[in-house]
């Protein structure tokens, strides 16, 4: 199996790219590190953001906690297509009460 082909199958995602969509590969769909995640989320690397991530990645109430987890070195992770499905799953819910 191509490199290419193996990353693809590990995030089952695809970029759409005007008329033809490529596999994403997986180093394009990872955050890495809670900096990385605060920028994404909020717009900004500041602490008050990072401190965010870290707030919002030790919540334990069912269905609010995003989909960070710990990679390597306890290091905060997170794929952006996942994120943007859980932001998803919030507005629905959201709209739905």
Do not use: C
């Not at 596999?23 to 500041?46: V, Y």
């Not at 905060?76 to 994120?83: F, G, K, Q, T, W």
């Amino acid at each position: 199996m191509s490199n290419l082909a193996h990353q693809s199958s590990l995030t089952g995602s695809r970029l759409s790219t005007g008329n033809t969509t490529a596999p994403l590969r997986l180093a394009d769909d990872l955050l890495l590190g809670a900096e990385e995640i605060a920028e994404f989320l909020f717009g900004d690397r500041s602490k008050k953001a990072v401190r965010k991530v870290f707030y919002l990645g030790n919540e334990i109430q069912a269905g609010k906690r995003p989909p960070i987890f710990k990679l390597g070195n306890h290091k905060y992770a997170a794929r952006r297509s996942r994120m943007l499905q859980w932001i998803a799953e919030q507005e629905e819910a959201a709209t739905a009460v």
